[in-house]
């Protein structure tokens, strides 16, 4: 990652956030092919894979059926804000609550009559999302930092030539 020198920190410290009682969110918001989830991917690639799961989807149910531990202490990576769609409510629940719970109904094996069971998924957890909206829903919003990647001219200047000196022997 080229310069974004705040951002890298700010990222990083999210990261390392993981591992409190109250752990940090992030929100890396700019336009298309700016950056965003190449930054997401330098911050995730200095944790190690245990501690991050990373999605570019997740659906409304999915978090409540991980094991009871799984998220405790983890970093939950989306690649894009849309890529959460309905889990948004789990997510900011994880967040705040450091927990998320539900009720659904089974058939008992044994007697063939439904009952109620109970499931809860553990925090806390970090979360880093990525996303090109220039809006985000006020509730989503409030539970995170928020970083823009530079975009300027400048910047997109000093890239191409870290890329250009990538290519060459030296």
Do not use: C, W
């Amino acid at each position: 990652v080229t310069g974004e020198q705040t951002n890298k920190r700010v990222g990083y410290l999210v990261a390392v956030s993981r591992k409190l009682a109250d752990p940090l969110s992030l929100l890396i918001q700019s336009r298309s092919a700016a950056g965003k989830s190449t930054l997401q991917d330098a911050v995730l690639s200095l944790v190690p894979d245990e501690n991050y799961v990373q999605y570019t989807r997740i659906t409304d149910q999915a978090l409540f059926y991980k094991e009871k531990d799984a998220l405790v202490h983890k970093i939950i990576a989306v690649e894009e804000e849309v890529g959460k769609g309905g889990a948004a409510y789990s997510i900011r629940n994880m967040h705040s609550a450091k927990k998320i719970n539900f009720a659904s109904t089974e058939k008992d094996p044994a007697t063939g009559e439904m009952r109620t069971k109970d499931r809860e998924v553990k925090g806390p957890a970090a979360v880093m999302i990525t996303t090109t909206a220039p809006d985000v829903e006020g509730e989503t919003a409030s539970r995170f930092i928020f970083l823009t990647v530079d975009e300027s001219a400048e910047m997109t200047e000093a890239i191409h030539a870290k890329q250009r000196e990538a290519e060459t022997l030296e």
